[in-house]
């Protein structure tokens, strides 16, 4: 029901809104909550989290470090540079940052991609370990936690605009929510804080 990239699941999202567990009426509303909600999240925080295997092309600067998308990073298959492979002994991996670093030399300066890097990245969401069982979720719980509170807040606000709690047409007063326009509460923002990606 919920795609991979979901940061948090029906039965979660059910729990935080005191609705019980065996009441299945409105489970597909709260699917697309959620999966509106992680994108909100993805958004906010300018990044992916769901496990995957990629393969990046990126420019080398002159400098001994390179940064990949995917973080953290679980595995390295192979590492290319200009079309020729770099045997893996020949290069330390900061997994928390994305770090790729030449233990010798740097990654030669290019205006186009120049390394190609196939990895595994991310973290096993909560949907992903329900979806497989040999699979363990290590999504940091303050990003779940994120996510239920935006989708929370989607599902009590139904029927108001998206971004304002309060609307008193009579007035013409618009109240609008703590994360403005980009529909993040602030309690979220903050938990998601440490997360964003600013490069």
Known sequence: MLSPDALTTVPALKAELSIPAEDSSKDELLARAIEAASDAVRRYCRRDFARRTVTEQLVGHGTASL??????????????LCGEPVPLEDVAIDATAGLITRRYGVWPEAVAPNVVV???????????ADADPGLTRDLPHDIEAACLIIAASRMQSMGQPVDAQILQVEQIRVHWSEGGRQGIPQQAAMLLEPYVRWA
């Open 118 to 128: 196939t990895y595994m990245g991310g973290y096993v969401t909560p949907a992903q």
């Open 67 to 80: 940064i990949v998308s995917l973080t953290p990073i679980v595995t390295v298959d192979s590492i290319e």
